[in-house]
């Protein structure tokens, strides 16, 4: 039976996965990579890191499962988006830091371009917003502020790419320099109409076109490899696809009306709105879902900066507990969070209030507030979020979503999803396999492969969905979110004045 290696690098590690034509996960390994906080709000990734992570994830994947060796067909990669990396042309080594989507420090510089009245342009090309979650703000600040990067940048002897084409660099060592097209999508610099890069978009961020990859569909072949030597034969490298749309891929939300959300350190709200781009003027973003046969499928994404990531954060930096675990126990001890509202505005808010000056704050604590509360309260503003961008995107759409697919590690915590399906009063489907994205790669590759010879192949695929059915009545769901709204608010006060 065909087998993938798919490769998932996400915001907090590398994995490597085994998976069959049927969509069955055969085996699986992974590796953390550091995050680096250079200074408030700056995010980084050491590159060099998480190309040696995958090199190891790897290893141990083949030596769990070398039985399976005489069935790889190919490898597929899904990745983190928005994250960008310099790195060397000869040699494909990092020449900086990856700066990571989470980071903003380029804040300043999109405030200049939105006062100069940039932001429709930007927006008319790319469906999306002027924002330091996007690439090629990050790339203007380096520009900007490291000289000799710049010059390398300029004469041609250093490549910028996102992270699913600087692993093909370094997988095909330096054969091809090639990203897929919904990577690409996300870093202002690709006009999603037109399926290329923008030379005019190019030139505002002070990025030449010759640094930048060759854009390539999904399915499409990006060279061969063997894993620096780890494989005895070069495999294909096909199913190159960003981590949230892969997972609406996997989800196979191919109609328009169909919608996913993937719940990860941040969350992606993904409604397919089909072979028309559509832009909204009410901080939706339109996205490229993917290209096929030189078709493409759009869809109305709504970004969640800070989701699981808060949890992390109330065991990483307040020390709250040692183990998420533990955190989500004790929540569980709670009917609700006592009026505590914990709004994670931690590198700003995105949909639908993109303010990215906003900071977290906890509101409505009381004498008898204690750690549980405010955990509940993080558990609880996962929710509250997507709920605010389903509203948003629900109004631009004029699509109704009754039932939402979901997936990601946070699927796993019950109390979660039926507090989710409860407050955005959908029917919530949670699909059982727990990496979407890399099934979304492999079924991607599959299809490059000619394994699937149609959508209609993949959706006669079986896979099990747990349905958490909303249970709260309307007037209790009213109250709650009345609470968090409130809490919003005082927040963005806190940006205007």
């Known amino acids: 039976m065909p087998t993938v290696i798919a490769i998932d690098q996400s915001t907090s590690a590398t994995k490597a996965l085994l998976i069959d034509e049927k969509g069955q996960c055969l085996g699986r390994a992974s590796r953390i990579h550091q995050q680096i906080y250079p200074e408030p709000g700056w ?153 290329q890069w923008d030379k005019e978009l190019c030139a505002f961020w002070q990025i030449p076109l010759q640094a930048l990859p060759e854009v390539r569909e999904s399915s499409a072949e990006f060279g061969t490899s063997d894993i620096d030597g780890i494989l005895g034969e070069a495999l294909p490298i096909t199913g190159v696809i960003g981590d949230s749309q892969a997972s609406l891929f996997a989800q196979r939300c191919y109609k328009a009306g169909t919608a996913k959300v993937t719940f990860g350190t941040g969350s992606s709200v993904l409604l397919n ?141 019950a109390l979660l999803m039926q507090f989710t399906a409860d407050i955005t009063q959908s029917q919530l489907k949670v699909s059982t396999a727990t990496d979407c994205s890399a099934l979304g790669a492999a079924m991607m590759g599959f299809f490059g492969l000619g394994v699937y010879s149609s959508l209609d192949s993949i959706n006669s695929l079986q896979f099990e969905e747990q349905l958490y059915p909303p249970v709260m009545p309307p007037n209790e769901v009213s109250k709650f979110h009345t609470g968090w709204q409130t809490a919003v608010k005082q927040v963005l006060a806190g940006v205007h004045n």
């Open 43 to 195: 995010v980084e990734h050491d590159a060099e890191e998480i190309w040696q992570n995958l090199l190891a994830a790897v290893k141990e994947l083949l030596s769990e499962n070398a039985n399976f060796i005489g069935e790889l067909s190919a490898i597929s990669i899904t990745n983190q988006r928005e994250t960008i990396v310099v790195f060397d042309k000869a040699t494909g080594l990092p020449l900086h830091n990856a700066i990571v989507w989470q980071c903003r420090r380029s804040e300043t510089l999109c405030a200049e371009h939105s006062a100069s009245g940039f932001e429709e342009f930007i927006h008319s090309r790319t469906g999306l917003k002027l924002d330091p979650y996007f690439s090629a703000s990050k790339l203007q600040w380096l520009v900007r502020n490291e000289p000799a990067l710049n010059d390398r940048i300029q004469n041609g002897s250093a490549l910028v790419g996102t992270i699913d084409a600087y692993l093909i660099y370094r997988l095909t060592k330096g054969k091809v320099f090639a990203s897929d097209s919904t990577n690409a999508s996300r870093t202002l610099l690709f006009d999603i109409t037109n399926l």
């Open 273 to 413: 709105i089909g072979e028309q781009a559509q832009l909204s003027n009410k901080g939706v973003l339109s996205a490229l879902a993917w290209v096929l046969n030189g078709v493409p499928t759009y869809a109305f994404e709504g970004i969640i900066i800070n989701s699981a990531a808060t949890l992390n954060w109330l065991q990483n930096q307040l020390g709250l507990v040692s183990d998420i675990n533990e955190l989500i126990a004790f929540t569980a001890e709670l009917e609700n969070s006592g009026g505590v509202y914990l709004v994670p505005a931690f590198s700003g808010l995105g949909l639908p209030h993109w303010q990215a000056s906003a900071r977290a704050a906890i509101v409505g604590l009381s004498g008898h507030s204690d750690k549980r509360h405010i955990a509940r309260a993080a558990l609880e503003s996962i929710a509250y979020q997507l709920k605010d961008a389903l509203e948003a995107m629900q109004q631009e759409s004029g699509v109704k979503v009754s039932s939402l697919l979901a997936d990601g590690g946070p699927t796993k915590n």
